[in-house]
């Protein structure tokens, strides 16, 4: 057995890295952080203050807004992972609308945004056991993380099971507006300036448009222990 590592995952929007880190950390004992409720988190703050629409970003206010802003997780025992607060009210669910995901690659390309959340995220990594998920967590956040995942999986099987969340939550969407998002996102995400999604050199690239749940997770726990030999 050795000693706690770092598993960074990233890639694209609904590529099932959530599922998967979940899953990870579950069996591995280790903390959980999904970052991309934090950049949602910090989108629902700048919509909820009128910093951010669709025609307009005023980056200025929103960075001077930064210190007001804190975000915490608080594990929630009924759903096993943890949820994310914006200044100390839950919004686990508020950051999850078509709204929310169609601001957050603005938000999200803000340097003054990356470096605030960057900082918060390897400090809540700095005694490993974390299975963290993003777009750039083997390339900036953890750099020596032990293991690196790249996910994959065509802009159609992410749309569809995007489209499938949303509307059993009850939204109100159509497949062709997520299929828009999904393929906006993807471009936006990796053409910014400032932290681009990219496979790391040394990540492992998993595509899972063909991959049931169980399967794609007995195959990356393998990979999991062979890489840090965990028993
Ligand atoms: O994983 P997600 O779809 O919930 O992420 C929402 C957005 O946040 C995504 O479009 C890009 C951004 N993001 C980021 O820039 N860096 C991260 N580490 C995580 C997410």
Redesign the pocket.
Known sequence: MVGKITIAI?????TG??TIAKALAKKLGYIYV???????AV?LYAMNHNFVSLDNFDREALVRSLPSISLTFKFNVDKGFAEIYLNGVNVENE??TLE??QL??K???NSSV?KK??FE?QVMGKDKGIV??????GT??FPDAEIKLFMTASPDTRAQRRYKELITKGDAVSYEEILQNVVE?DH??ST?KD?P?IKAEDAIEIDNSDLGLNEQFDKIYALVKSLSSIN
Not at 10 to 14: K, V
Not at 132 to 137: E, Q
Request: proline share 0%; glycine share 8%; no cysteine.
């Open positions: 990233d890639g694209f929007s609904s890295k959530s999904d970052t991309g409720a934090m950049y949602r989108t950051i999850r929310v995901s957050v690659s938000v999200s390309a990356r959340l960057v995220q963290m998920d993003g777009r750039d967590i900036v956040v996102r936006l995400d910014r932290s999604l």
